[in-house]
């Protein structure tokens, strides 16, 4: 962590990973405390493919055809959409096959007003073996709302600043407010 300044200021002007081993600069730099620089990279650097009007998948390389001809559906580049997951909006499973979860929001408390990594509102729908976990968001610096669907064989365990809640199968809405 006596590094991190150092680090940052590396990886700011550095632009060599693959779409893949760009995933371990975004966590690298949301474990140093910089979601919101690692978002902006996120954009500036997947944008052209999301915004590809020829293609709904990411590309292997930074470009269609780059890497030898590299295809326009590869998975290994959507390693930062797992760290959205995990890392920004806090969900993870805690058990094997997800039976048990946590989402402990990353978002809260909002940082001088704003929030961790840009997000204000969030919605996420992930399948899993139990069914499909889904969560919304709203955070307008003062008051957080969730929405969380859990399947099924499933417990998750929500985090707010007060505590934890222990949601079982069903819709549940969780507010708090800022202290």
């Known amino acids: 962590s006596t590094k991190y300044d150092r680090i940052f200021e590396v990886i700011k002007t550095q632009e060599y990973a693959s779409p893949y081993m760009e995933k371990y600069?975004?966590?690298a730099l949301m474990r140093m405390g910089h979601a919101d620089?690692?978002?902006e990279r996120f954009k500036r650097r997947f944008g052209p493919m999301i915004a590809d009007p020829q293609h709904t998948t990411l590309y292997e390389g930074w470009q269609e055809g780059g890497y030898g001809g590299g295809s326009?559906?590869?998975a290994w580049?959507?390693?930062?959409?797992t760290d959205i997951c995990e890392q920004i909006l806090g969900i993870r499973p805690t058990v094997a096959g997800w039976k048990e979860a946590i989402i402990r929001p990353t978002v809260v408390p909002p940082p001088s007003g704003g929030t961790e990594g840009g997000f204000t509102e969030a919605a996420i729908t992930i399948p899993t073996v139990a069914g499909?976990?889904?969560?919304?968001?709203?955070?307008n610096g003062s008051v957080y709302r969730a929405t969380v669907t859990v399947p099924k064989g499933m417990t998750v365990r929500f985090c707010t600043p007060d505590g934890e809640q222990l949601l079982r199968p069903g819709t549940h809405d969780v507010s708090f407010s800022y202290k």
């Open 25 to 27: 600069v975004y966590e």
């Open 37 to 39: 620089y690692a978002l």
């Open 72 to 74: 326009t559906n590869h």
């Open 77 to 81: 580049s959507g390693g930062m959409l």
């Open 132 to 139: 499909s976990l889904s969560y919304s968001f709203q955070n």
